[in-house]
């Protein structure tokens, strides 16, 4: 997981970035960068991180970070085809103090709030078309589509803004942490065995991690065995039992309880809950 810092030139004659790409996996790469970054997956399902927050998403995830937020993607299934639209942009991306004008202070407070990361939980539309307009058209529709951002409920992601001052070979090491969790979350896993990934006891590994993400090695773990619990419940019948066994749970009870503590449900109330939501639309 290297959180590599990432300077960015804007395409021409554009002052900002726009890319649209689709790749078979999203492996941990934990990156920063002066730019905001507008992030709309339009496939694929998997762990998202920013700063301390970490948390599953899905096809249709559109998220935005702030400047020097730590923050990525890591899929799920190797079969699942990832394709997603990433928009670059700075504050004075049209001008100096655009954003400043009582016109667009709605914008300006969500640039702000993008400082602990930004999850829309029901966007009002999407980026996909931007890079098939030309290039003024394709600015002025990045403004009327922060705009529209901006008047939508959103959900800050990080409780703090945390800035890691990480070296490279320090990061290295928490990127393997990371991939032994995302390879070896469904079986028994201790905290050596993460550790060991990265050649270090388990204090250390805990500290070290804890430094970087902002979050616990054990929580890491528990949130991305919950994710893959969920995917699982709302994919599949399989019963309860099965699917907590599946995930990475040895024991039902703690896995009802840590569920219940995530979710604020049981884990067939959240099949339920998931199942008549979709019959409704």
């Given at each position: 997981?290297?959180?590599?810092?990432?300077?960015?030139?804007?395409?021409?004659?554009?002052?900002?970035?726009?890319?649209?790409?689709?790749?078979?996996?999203?492996?941990?790469?934990?990156?920063?960068?002066?730019?905001?970054?507008?992030?709309?997956?339009?496939?694929?399902?998997?762990?998202?991180?920013?700063?301390?927050?970490?948390?599953?998403?899905?096809?249709?995830?559109?998220?935005?970070?702030?400047?020097?937020?730590?923050?990525?993607?890591?899929?799920?299934?190797?079969?699942?085809?990832?394709?997603?639209?990433?928009?670059?942009?700075?504050?004075?991306?049209?001008?100096?103090?655009?954003?400043?004008?009582?016109?667009?202070?709605?914008?300006?407070?969500?640039?702000?709030?993008?400082?602990?990361?930004?999850?829309?939980?029901?966007?009002?539309?999407?980026?996909?078309?931007?890079?098939?307009?030309?290039?003024?058209?394709?600015?002025?529709?990045?403004?009327?589509?922060?705009?529209?951002?901006?008047?939508?409920?959103?959900?800050?992601?990080?409780?703090?803004?945390?800035?890691?001052?990480?070296?490279?070979a320090v990061a290295g090491r928490v990127e393997a942490m990371v991939a032994k969790i995302?390879?070896?979350?469904?079986?028994?896993?201790?905290?050596?065995?993460?550790?060991?990934?990265?050649?270090?006891?388990?204090?250390?590994?805990?500290?070290?991690?804890?430094?970087?993400?902002?979050?616990?090695?054990?929580?890491?773990?528990?949130?991305?065995?919950?994710?893959?619990?969920?995917?699982?419940?709302?994919?599949?019948?399989?019963?309860?039992?099965t699917i907590a066994t599946e995930s990475g749970f040895t024991n039902l009870s703690n896995?009802n309880r840590r569920f219940r503590a995530v979710k604020g449900m049981s884990p067939s109330?959240?099949?339920?809950?998931?199942?008549?939501?979709?019959?409704?639309?």
């Amino acid at each position: 997981m290297r959180p590599t810092f990432e300077h960015l030139t804007p395409a021409a004659p554009l002052t900002w970035r726009y890319a649209h790409f689709m790749v078979g996996r999203l492996d941990p790469y934990w990156h920063f960068h002066r730019e905001f970054e507008l992030t709309r997956m339009v496939r694929g399902r998997g762990t998202r991180l920013a700063g301390d927050s970490v948390e599953e998403y899905q096809s249709g995830d559109l998220a935005l970070f702030g400047p020097d937020l730590p923050h990525c993607y890591v899929s799920t299934g190797e079969d699942m085809v990832n394709e997603a639209v990433v928009i670059h942009f700075r504050r004075d991306f049209l001008g100096d103090g655009l954003f400043d004008t009582p016109a667009f202070e709605n914008v300006a407070a969500m640039l702000d709030d993008a400082a602990n990361g930004i999850w829309f939980p029901d966007p009002p539309e999407q980026p996909d078309g931007l890079g098939t307009l030309p290039a003024a058209e394709r600015s002025v529709e990045l403004l009327r589509l922060l705009v529209t951002m901006s008047r939508v409920p959103y959900r800050l992601l990080a409780t703090e803004q945390r800035r890691p001052a990480v070296s490279r070979a320090v990061a290295g090491r928490v990127e393997a942490m990371v991939a032994k969790i995302h390879a070896g979350y469904a079986s028994p896993l201790a905290l050596k065995d993460i550790a060991g990934a990265a050649s270090m006891n388990a204090s250390a590994a805990s500290r070290l991690f804890a430094r970087c993400t902002g979050s616990s090695v054990t929580r890491y773990l528990t949130v991305v065995r919950l994710n893959a619990a969920c995917r699982s419940l709302r994919e599949t019948d399989r019963p309860v039992a099965t699917i907590a066994t599946e995930s990475g749970f040895t024991n039902l009870s703690n896995f009802n309880r840590r569920f219940r503590a995530v979710k604020g449900m049981s884990p067939s109330a959240y099949r339920a809950h998931f199942r008549a939501g979709r019959t409704r639309t």
